[in-house]
């Protein structure tokens, strides 16, 4: 099964359930800047604990995903695993968060083409900021690149109103000018 077969599968588990999702991470990033290898899926779910697990629920005996896992991650606000035994395909489900950034960035989620097939897809200013903010936290010099490759190849139709709103919120104002200064686009310019 090809990343893009398991996605498939988890939209349609995702819309059987009736769970509203946003597809982020890579994904997205590559979606709206550049692609790089990944093997897994990120993606955002916002909906109370039954539909959620009912979503879990419905894959086969072809995967894990472990119920505990699950109501943990709803309670905590934080992630589990699907992963598909025979490919090793794995996605994070996270739970959105509760606080206002994360609602907002919830609502501006768009229909969009990601690996072929139609999802709910995180926007790409707050790909930027997602990213921004998992390279303060020292996760990896490629979360700051995924973040470059978006400002690059969006550019001027980013809403930079909204970039530096949100990034003085979440805390990566200091970062938020270095990708723009490295891809030559002036942030401060509307």
Not at 3 to 21: D, G, K, M, W
Not at 105 to 110: E, Q, T
Request: with cysteine; net charge negative.
């Amino acid at each position: 099964m090809t990343q893009a077969e398991f996605l498939t599968e988890i939209v349609r588990h995702l819309s059987e359930a009736s769970l509203p999702y946003m597809v982020t991470g890579s994904i997205a990033s590559g979606r709206y800047g550049e692609m790089r290898a990944s093997f897994d899926s990120d993606i955002v779910v916002d909906a109370p604990l039954e539909h959620v697990l009912r979503f879990a629920r419905s894959f086969g005996q072809d995967y894990y995903v472990s119920e505990d896992a699950v109501r943990d991650a709803w309670r905590r606000r934080s992630m589990f695993n699907i992963i598909h035994f025979a490919s090793g395909n794995k996605a994070d489900i996270i739970c959105r968060k509760d606080h206002d950034y994360a609602r907002a960035a919830f609502a501006r989620r768009r229909r969009d083409e990601a690996l072929g097939l139609q999802v709910d897809l995180c926007s790409p200013e707050d790909i930027i900021l997602a990213k921004l903010d998992w390279s303060k936290r020292g996760e990896s010099e490629r979360q700051y690149r995924d973040a470059l490759g978006v400002a690059k190849t969006q550019g001027a139709s980013l809403d930079l109103a909204y970039l530096r709103q949100w990034a003085g919120e979440i805390g990566v104002s200091d970062l938020l000018a270095r990708p723009f200064q490295d891809s030559q686009l002036i942030a401060g310019d509307e």
